[in-house]
């Protein structure tokens, strides 16, 4: 029987993706990122940290494509800390509208993060001291994370994600920070909190154990079986901090097509798996990190076969050997790769080199004052990113060079 409530995702590459050590990225690709997302029909972007102060800008200008209505209809929210304090830093230096507080609850971070900073009780007040100060500010939705929940006695988060619900929180993430959980017992630990507690829940997992979609998805599964709606968090290509964060494109693959989720749960009708092969690709250029070939969906042996029993079984039906199609993630479309001359604008590039890779995007300058302010913004991009521009990025900056600039614009 179908069941009701949905499985919505929040993506978290630029938040949990971006803290991953030796990784990162410019405020340029966090925005393509978002824009990539919003394409994808994913429903919210945890876009940044509201009290970081080098993201202050890249904050307000995405903000800014939310009011023109570019980044819509996605929501962005920021990662704070569950005290009064980051909130109040947060309202008064940011536009951002939507908020995730953490706070850790395990005995273990309690104990042995906090050094007898906060008891088990003070924990809680904090929390709710921090989730009414964002209420009074007119926050519009407030997500409260449990970090090392999984690692957390059950009464205990029950108490907690019950307090979080009274003091005004819209949903609460369910962190398995170390990957502790297996896809029984985070079943278990979320069924019976959001049965209790009767609140949406936020599944974040990390994967080290090797388990993190499926515990996403029995998360997911547990919450839904509950009577609550479930928001599965994510990262483009599973980036994240250690052995990684849930990848985005195989938890909707699961969802969409194992024997016991397809058709039998809703997921948020405006995902479009056709961005996969893009969202994916771009992900992997700006990270730096290849893409496994044995990436479920966008890796490059993801439709291979070699084996004869196997090639000659996929060529009679694909269905023998695969359970959906490449074009259903966007793929399939030839990659041109330039074997000749190649322009490309970079940081020393002049104006004629630059109005040559423009025009190959079919995009035209009024004049050459116009054209020279563009080729400004993009020498300025390629510092910020070194590396050269996609033609999504170069496109971006045509077309926004007000908000391009805000991006790049740091106040030290």
Not at 182 to 206: L, Q, S
């Amino acid at each position: 029987m179908a069941k009701s409530n949905k499985i919505y995702f929040i993506d978290v590459t630029n938040r949990d993706g971006v803290q991953t050590s030796k990784l990162g990225l410019a405020k340029l690709q966090k925005t393509m990122i978002n824009l990539y997302l919003n394409e994808m029909g994913v429903h919210q972007s945890e876009f940044g940290f509201p009290t970081t102060k080098h993201e202050t800008n890249y904050l307000n200008a995405n903000m800014e494509l939310v009011k023109m209505g570019v980044l819509q209809p996605i929501i962005l929210s920021g990662w704070i800390r569950a005290i009064k304090d980051d909130v109040e830093k947060t309202v008064k230096n940011t536009k951002v509208e939507h908020l995730n507080l953490s706070i850790s609850t395990s005995e273990q971070m309690i104990r042995n993060k906090f050094m007898g900073k906060f008891s088990k009780d003070e924990v809680i007040n904090e929390m709710v001291a921090a989730v009414h100060v964002a209420r009074k500010h007119g926050i519009k939705t407030l997500g409260v994370n449990a970090e090392d929940a999984s690692r957390t006695d059950l009464d205990y988060l029950i108490k907690f994600a019950r307090a979080a619900k009274k003091a005004g929180a819209d949903r609460l993430r369910y962190c398995d920070t170390l990957g502790y959980d297996d896809p029984f017992t985070i079943y278990d630990r979320v069924k019976m909190i959001a049965r209790e507690v009767k609140i949406p829940m936020e599944i974040h997992c990390h994967n080290d154990l090797g388990m993190v979609v499926a515990c996403s998805v029995a998360g997911a599964k547990a919450a839904i079986d509950a009577g609550q709606d479930a928001y599965i968090n994510t990262t483009v290509n599973g980036i994240g901090e250690r052995a990684g964060n849930c990848d985005l494109v195989s938890v909707i693959l699961a969802l969409k097509f194992s024997s016991g989720m397809a058709g039998k749960y809703h997921i948020d009708e405006r995902i479009k798996l056709s961005m996969a092969w893009r969202i994916a690709k771009y992900a992997s250029y700006a990270f730096g990190v290849p893409i496994p070939i044995t990436q479920p969906g966008v890796g490059a042996n993801a439709f291979s076969h070699s084996s004869g029993i196997h090639a000659d079984g996929a060529l009679k039906d694909r269905r023998n050997y695969e359970l959906y199609d490449f074009e259903e993630l966007g793929r399939g479309e030839p990659e041109i790769i330039e074997t000749g001359r190649q322009i490309v604008a970079g940081e020393y590039s002049g104006i004629k080199g630059f109005r040559n890779v423009y025009e190959k995007l079919e995009i035209k300058f009024k004049d050459e004052k116009e054209a020279t302010k563009i080729l400004d913004l993009v020498r300025y991009a390629n510092v910020h990113t070194q590396q050269p521009l996609t033609e999504d990025e170069l496109s971006f900056i045509g077309k926004y060079p007000e908000i391009a600039r805000k991006i790049f614009t740091m106040i030290p």
